[in-house]
Structure formats: structure tokens, C-alpha cells
């Protein structure tokens, strides 16, 4: 007649569950309140949320093996899902590597082509690379050629030469001095000047050049324009040197603007890129709350069966207890009654003189005994 | 006189004087010719005076130099008049 007890038979062993990025194993303490009561009914979805890190393999094994020896063949789907997923990444991974340097190879040539191509050569014996000034149609009146690049062929890549600090040396503000280098040979330092008086003269004598009113107009004009140069030319060359140097300094702003710009670009995409690396964190979050969210579920449903079970046993007891209980009135009842039923009448009339009497003797007695 | 560098790309400096008559025959005439021949001649000079970072008054004196030469030269008839002396 004992009432059943439920017993944790311990015959089935789960597979544990894993938290992942945090380490934790939290296997033995979660078997011991489970209650096997046909795995595969109750944890046929839970394997399939069990993801191991790859650091873990040998326990997703274990558990692969023990699980594979219980479970119904039908129900082997899910956890074929590890291993395509394991050997796919890495295959992919070297597959773009080999990939990814092949192409660097190609494109480190093609790149140190381009690093190398565009040299300036200022010399002007190069070749038709750069266009360069050919059978100049002036005289030129001297040995030194303007070697500067012209944007007459194809357009070049290259960033253009800086402008030359300054012009062509010129002496008196007029003539050149490629003319004076061109007559020292011959003549000497003197040579170009002598040389300008003499055709001074000639043409004063020859009247090639006549004197007139304008020539004294000519004169002072020139002599005015000679001593503001003198004077103020350094104070005015300073200023414009001013002016140029903002400009500068406005467009170097800009190309610095602009580079940081570039630069800021490129860190974030680094940052971005480090950030994908990390993505794998979100993953086991979620794998985590997925994975947790199941076995709250099961361990719900576990502890409703339970109560389901016990209920039902408990009804058995007390429906047994109740039919004892019944048993034992009725049988009392059904004595008392034959009893009473027992007792004639003049049994009875005799057993309450026989109490009368009693109690009368009693009562003598205790009188008695307070007076003493 | 064969040179090794043929005569059409030489420079008017290097051109011997043999090979003047050659090499003056040899220039371009047409219109474009000689538009590319003012073009160059003009960039030449402006990139040899004018456009550096610190000019002087060369760049624009010796143009105005070269201006008043033509003008004498082209008054010059007239004032062939105006002279003092007659005879020199």
C-alpha cells in the first residue's frame, strides 16, 4: 500500500551547457536535477542551440558521441550542422589568402612600375618623354636655354616642377646676361660696355638717333622711373613676396585639411575593420541568450511534468487514504452497533443500578474524606 | 660635313654655317608653323622673366625696352627731319 517515490534515475547523460567568450563550463551541477523522462521528446530541439567554440572541440565531441549513442537515428540532423560550418571557414580563409597574394604580386609590380616611371629630368638631352623647346625659331642670345617642361605633348603625370627663385639675371634692367657670358671670351669684362658706348656714340654722331624734345621728356621719365625702382623696389618685391606666401600658405591649408580628411577616413576604416574582428562577440551573445532561453524552457517544462506526475500520485494516495479512512469508520460503526445491538434490555437495567450504587458509594467517600 | 645628328632637330647654336642655308629651309612656314613659333618664343620668355616667385623689373623693361625700339623704328622716317646738322 505504500505510496510511490520519485526517484532521479541518473541513466541518461546531457550534453553541458556551454556560455561562450566567458569560459564557463557549468556541466555537473545542471545533471543532477534533470529528470530523464524521454530525452527525445523533451530536448529534441535543445542540441541543435549547443554551439562549442573552436577551443572547445574535444568536449563537443564527447557530447556528439554520447548524444549519437541515445537519440533515434531521425533526429541526427542538427548536429551535422558543425561540421561543414568548421571546415568551410578555414578553407575559404586560405583560399582568399592564396588569393589575396596573388594579386598583391601583380599589383607590386604594376606599382613599383608607377613609383619609378614619372623621374623629372631637367637635363635637356632626354628623351621625347617630357616635351622639350627643339629648334627654337628666336635667337636666343646665348649658351643657357630655358630648360622648363611644356605642356605641349601628351599631358604627364607628374606634379610639375617648382617655379625657379628667380628670372634670368639681367644687367642695367635690360640686357641680358647671356650677352655679356657670350662677348667675355673675346672681349672681357669691359667688352659689352664698351662696346654699348661705342653704338651710343654712333648713333648720337650718325643723328640714327635725333635729338629732339621728347628726348629730354624720355630722359627724366627714365630717370624718375630709375631711382623709384632703386628706392622702393625691395620694399615693393617684400610685399608682393607677402601676398604669394598667403596664397601658399591659404592652399597648403586646404591640401593639410584635405589629407587629414583622407587620413581620418582611413583610421576609421581601420577602426570599422578592427570592429568587424570583434563582430564574433554579438554572435555568442546571442548564441548565449538563444542557448539560455531553451534550456529555461526545458527546465520549465521539466519541472511542469513533475508537478504534473506528482499530482497525479498524490491523487492515487489520497484516494487510497481516503478508502482506509472509510474502512475504518464503517468498520467501528458497524462494531458499536452490533455491541449496543448486544446489550438486552435487562442487562442494561442491571448495569445502571450496578453504576448507581457505585456512584452512591463514591459519594459517601468523598464526603467522607473533606471533613477529615 | 655629315653630322650625326640630323639637321632638322638641331638647335640654331649648333647648326654650322654650312648648314644654315638647309636648316633655314627646313623650318615650318605654314601658319600653324609659325603661330607655334611665336607660341614658343612667347612661353620662353615669360617662363624665363616673368614667371618665377621673385621677379625683378627685367621682365617688363626689357618689353617696354623693346617696345620704344620699334616705335623709333617705325617713326624714324619722319624724324629724319628734325635733325640738327645736315651732313655727318
Redesign the interface.
Known amino acids: 500500500m505504500g505510496h510511490k517515490r520519485l526517484n532521479p534515475a541518473r541513466s541518461v547523460s546531457h550534453p553541458p551547457f556551454h556560455l561562450w567568450g566567458c569560459g564557463e563550463s557549468d556541466s555537473p551541477e545542471s545533471e543532477a536535477t534533470r529528470i530523464p523522462l524521454s530525452p527525445t521528446q523533451v530536448r529534441s530541439a535543445t542540441p541543435a542551440s549547443v554551439w562549442t567554440p573552436a577551443e572547445q572541440k574535444p568536449s563537443l565531441g564527447a557530447a556528439q558521441g554520447s548524444l549519437n549513442s541515445q537519440r533515434e537515428p531521425a533526429q541526427q540532423r542538427p548536429l551535422r550542422l558543425e561540421a561543414p560550418s568548421r571546415s568551410a571557414p578555414s578553407k575559404g580563409s586560405t583560399s582568399c589568402q592564396r588569393g589575396r597574394s596573388g594579386r598583391a604580386r601583380l599589383h607590386g609590380d604594376r606599382s613599383e612600375r608607377r613609383a619609378r616611371g614619372p623621374s623629372l629630368d631637367l637635363s635637356s638631352g632626354t628623351r621625347g618623354k617630357a616635351p622639350r ?8 642670345p646665348g ?1 643657357l ?2 630648360t ?1 617642361i ?1 605642356h605641349t605633348g601628351q599631358p604627364s603625370l607628374a606634379p610639375l616642377p617648382p ?6 639675371k ?1 644687367r642695367l ?2 640686357i ?1 646676361e647671356e650677352f655679356f657670358q657670350f662677348l667675355y671670351p673675346k672681349t672681357g669684362v669691359t667688352g659689352p660696355y664698351v662696346l654699348g658706348t661705342g653704338l651710343i656714340l654712333y648713333f648720337l ?3 640714327i ?4 624734345a621728347e628726348t629730354f621728356s624720355a630722359i627724366s621719365v627714365i630717370g624718375l622711373l630709375v631711382y623709384v ?1 632703386k628706392k622702393y ?1 625691395a620694399s615693393i ?1 617684400e610685399f608682393a ?1 607677402k601676398l ?1 606666401e598667403q596664397k601658399i600658405a591659404q592652399l597648403e591649408e586646404v591640401k593639410q585639411a584635405s589629407i587629414k580628411q583622407i587620413q581620418d577616413a582611413i583610421d576609421t576604416e581601420k577602426s570599422q575593420q578592427a570592429l568587424v574582428q570583434k563582430r564574433h562577440y554579438l554572435f555568442d551573445v546571442q548564441r548565449n541568450n538563444i542557448a539560455m532561453a531553451l534550456e529555461l524552457t526545458y527546465r520549465e517544462r521539466l519541472h511542469r511534468v513533475h508537478r504534473e506526475v506528482k499530482n497525479r500520485l498524490d491523487y492515487h494516495i489520497s484516494v487510497q487514504n481516503m478508502m482506509r479512512r472509510k474502512e475504518q469508520d464503517h468498520m467501528i460503526n458497524w462494531v458499536e452497533k452490533h455491541v449496543v445491538q448486544s446489550i438486552s434490555a435487562q442487562q442494561e437495567k442491571e448495569t445502571i443500578a450496578k453504576c448507581i450504587a457505585d456512584l452512591k458509594l463514591l459519594a459517601k467517600k468523598a464526603q467522607a474524606q473533606p471533613v477529615l | 660635313m655629315a653630322s650625326v645628328v640630323p639637321v ?6 649648333d647648326v654650322k654655317l654650312g648648314e644654315l642655308p638647309s636648316w633655314i629651309l627646313m ?1 615650318d612656314f605654314t601658319p600653324k608653323g609659325i603661330a607655334g ?1 611665336f607660341q ?2 612667347y ?2 620668355y615669360y ?13 617688363i ?2 618689353v617696354l ?1 623693346a617696345y620704344v625700339l620699334f616705335n ?1 623704328c617705325r617713326c624714324y622716317k619722319e ?2 627731319h ?4 645736315k651732313y ?1
Open positions: 623647346l627643339k629648334n627654337a625659331a628666336l635667337l636666343g649658351v636655354q630655358a622648363r611644356f617655379l625657379p627663385e628667380h628670372g634670368g639681367v634692367g635690360l641680358p654722331s650718325k643723328e638717333y635725333v635729338i629732339t625702382v623696389g618685391g613676396d604669394n | 632638322k632637330e638641331k638647335k640654331l647654336m623650318r613659333a614658343r618664343g612661353y620662353r617662363n624665363k622673366y616673368v614667371n618665377v616667385k621673385r621677379g625683378g623689373v627685367a621682365g623693361s626689357m625696352a623709333y624724324l629724319k628734325e635733325r640738327l646738322h655727318h
